[in-house]
């Protein structure tokens, strides 16, 4: 069941709608929880003509939010609360850092000019016939009393305050953008709003998809609140798994499990018909010397984890076969562990350390010499099961020893001997390949 929960932020009325079996988590760690940001957030809004879409974001498990700004049209003042907004959600809900935002008509106004002052705190921007142009909604005299300007001024100042004169941080943080929009929009004109957006996004480098309604205007024509393409974006980008991972914060969350500690390990055989040769000692928890696995108890569906592994010298002519180990995600994605030190680009291959299992490559090389400590830092997401077939792909962003490897990539498939997808979770997998391959410092964050 939805639930909705009213809220006060920077005193005004807000909402946080959330999906069934989803509850906001209270919880000050970075946040998980996917969410959709709809504007504009006033009497009326969102209305019954959002519930098609609506009903799919929460059956992807995704929360929708939003917050009454009033007629502010975009103003300094409207994106602070904006500002506050966000932090409050991620801060004390446990939403996730990048949202995708949902403009309607002059939500534009306020979602983008608070989107190109964040554009790192942005995973996509869909809208719905939305205003980016204040020249031609409200128009500058209508809008002046918001902005606190006389009109002159307002137009003297309008590179810092009009959308579409903004674009530049979204591109440059490669935000992609959906609009869907009449060619008869005489409220809010295609050639003046998307149609001009389209067209400087792109010159810019950006990615932008406008589908133009023919012959609608700005009306309740079902085909601007049924189009599926919309709704696939929206829920695409709000089960990104960017903004998840700081680097830089090197304490374990209060809610993660530590399966592996300095007092021991929680991980267990992956088959009881096999004996399990792993064993733990001074901190470490060392790989079979033959090829049985070991699991977590707990399965997961979105998470984020750390590991540390040490692949330890080896010796053979055979680069997959020194140091080889795996993270396998849900025991059906594998996140490759090697001795692949010092191989170069151009002979790197998709079954070296840091890949996914021979169906991509890291973005770049970081690999340690055998006998350090390396880390990977992970942030999954599951796919989407409709039943038994699969309408959203898995994510996943990596970093091996601090640098990214992998930057919010869509899994198509399983990998290697990988169990097949389906919508259930499953534990996370540490291979064991006949490499006794050592771990250290393993937890994981139910996101």
Same mark, same amino acid.
């Given at each position: 069941?939805?639930?909705?929960?009213?809220?006060?932020?920077?005193?005004?009325?807000?909402?946080?709608?959330?999906?069934?079996?989803?509850?906001?988590?209270?919880?000050?760690?970075?946040?998980?929880?996917?969410?959709?940001?709809?504007?504009?957030?006033?009497?009326?809004?969102?209305?019954?003509?959002?519930?098609?879409?609506?009903?799919?974001?929460?059956?992807?498990?995704?929360?929708?939010?939003?917050?009454?700004?009033?007629?502010?049209?975009?103003?300094?003042?409207?994106?602070?609360?904006?500002?506050?907004?966000?932090?409050?959600?991620?801060?004390?809900?446990?939403?996730?850092?990048?949202?995708?935002?949902?403009?309607?008509?002059?939500?534009?106004?306020?979602?983008?000019?608070?989107?190109?002052?964040?554009?790192?705190?942005?995973?996509?921007?869909?809208?719905?016939?939305?205003?980016?142009?204040?020249?031609?909604?409200?128009?500058?005299?209508?809008?002046?009393?918001?902005?606190?300007?006389?009109?002159?001024?307002?137009?003297?100042?309008?590179?810092?305050?009009?959308?579409?004169?903004?674009?530049?941080?979204?591109?440059?943080?490669?935000?992609?953008?959906?609009?869907?929009?009449?060619?008869?929009?005489?409220?809010?004109?295609?050639?003046?709003?998307?149609?001009?957006?389209?067209?400087?996004?792109?010159?810019?480098?950006?990615?932008?998809?406008?589908?133009? @309604?023919? %012959?609608?205007?700005?009306?309740?024509? *079902?085909?601007?609140?049924?189009? &599926?393409? /919309?709704?696939? +974006?929206? $829920? =695409?980008?709000?089960?990104?798994?960017?903004?998840?991972?700081?680097?830089?914060?090197?304490?374990?969350?209060?809610?993660?499990?530590?399966?592996?500690?300095?007092?021991?390990?929680?991980?267990?055989?992956?088959?009881?018909?096999?004996?399990?040769?792993?064993?733990?000692?001074?901190?470490?928890?060392?790989?079979?010397?033959?090829?049985?696995?070991?699991?977590?108890?707990?399965?997961?569906?979105?998470?984020?984890?750390?590991?540390?592994?040490?692949?330890?010298?080896?010796?053979?002519?055979?680069?997959? @076969?020194? %140091?080889?180990?795996?993270?396998?995600? *849900?025991?059906?994605?594998?996140? &490759?562990? /090697?001795?692949? +030190?010092? $191989? =170069?680009?151009?002979?790197?291959?998709?079954?070296?350390?840091?890949?996914?299992?021979?169906?991509?490559?890291?973005?770049?090389?970081?690999?340690?010499?055998?006998?350090?400590?390396?880390?990977?830092?992970?942030?999954?997401?599951?796919?989407?099961?409709?039943?038994?077939?699969?309408?959203?792909?898995?994510?996943?962003?990596?970093?091996?020893?601090?640098?990214?490897?992998?930057?919010?990539?869509?899994?198509?498939?399983?990998?290697?001997?990988?169990?097949?997808?389906?919508?259930?979770?499953?534990?996370?997998?540490?291979?064991?390949?006949?490499?006794?391959?050592?771990?250290?410092?393993?937890?994981?964050?139910?996101?």
């Amino acid at each position: 069941m939805v639930t909705t929960e009213k809220l006060v932020v920077a005193g005004r009325r807000a909402f946080l709608m959330m999906p069934p079996a989803v509850a906001p988590s209270g919880s000050q760690q970075r946040g998980g929880i996917p969410w959709v940001w709809y504007a504009p957030t006033l009497k009326g809004l969102p209305s019954t003509a959002e519930k098609w879409m609506f009903d799919q974001f929460f059956a992807a498990g995704i929360a929708i939010a939003g917050i009454d700004v009033g007629e502010s049209y975009g103003s300094p003042v409207g994106r602070r609360i904006f500002g506050e907004f966000h932090s409050h959600l991620v801060a004390t809900r446990g939403m996730a850092v990048q949202p995708c935002l949902l403009a309607r008509s002059r939500g534009g106004l306020m979602l983008y000019n608070w989107a190109v002052e964040n554009p790192v705190r942005v995973a996509g921007i869909a809208g719905i016939y939305p205003v980016i142009n204040l020249l031609s909604y409200p128009g500058l005299a209508r809008a002046s009393g918001a902005y606190e300007m006389s009109e002159a001024a307002l137009a003297a100042a309008l590179p810092q305050h009009n959308p579409i004169d903004r674009l530049s941080p979204l591109a440059k943080a490669k935000v992609p953008i959906y609009h869907i929009h009449g060619d008869k929009d005489r409220v809010v004109p295609f050639a003046d709003n998307s149609g001009a957006l389209m067209q400087r996004y792109r010159k810019l480098g950006g990615q932008v998809t406008v589908l133009t @309604a023919s %012959g609608q205007g700005h009306n309740m024509w *079902q085909g601007f609140f049924q189009d &599926q393409d /919309l709704v696939d +974006f929206v $829920i =695409s980008r709000a089960r990104t798994t960017k903004g998840i991972i700081d680097i830089a914060d090197k304490a374990v969350p209060r809610n993660a499990v530590q399966c592996i500690g300095p007092d021991g390990s929680l991980l267990v055989p992956e088959r009881s018909d096999v004996a399990c040769q792993w064993h733990f000692a001074e901190g470490a928890l060392t790989a079979s010397p033959s090829w049985d696995s070991v699991v977590t108890k707990a399965s997961y569906q979105d998470f984020r984890m750390h590991i540390e592994f040490n692949v330890n010298e080896s010796q053979g002519e055979n680069a997959e @076969a020194k %140091g080889n180990s795996g993270i396998y995600i *849900q025991q059906r994605y594998e996140l &490759q562990i /090697l001795d692949s +030190f010092g $191989i =170069s680009a151009e002979n790197y291959k998709a079954s070296y350390c840091g890949s996914l299992y021979r169906l991509k490559k890291p973005d770049q090389l970081v690999n340690k010499k055998a006998g350090e400590w390396q880390s990977y830092d992970i942030a999954f997401r599951a796919p989407v099961f409709k039943g038994k077939t699969k309408v959203h792909n898995a994510r996943i962003t990596a970093y091996q020893n601090g640098q990214l490897i992998h930057d919010d990539y869509e899994l198509p498939r399983k990998t290697g001997a990988g169990q097949p997808e389906a919508p259930a979770a499953r534990p996370i997998k540490l291979q064991g390949h006949h490499n006794q391959v050592r771990f250290r410092n393993f937890w994981v964050q139910s996101l």
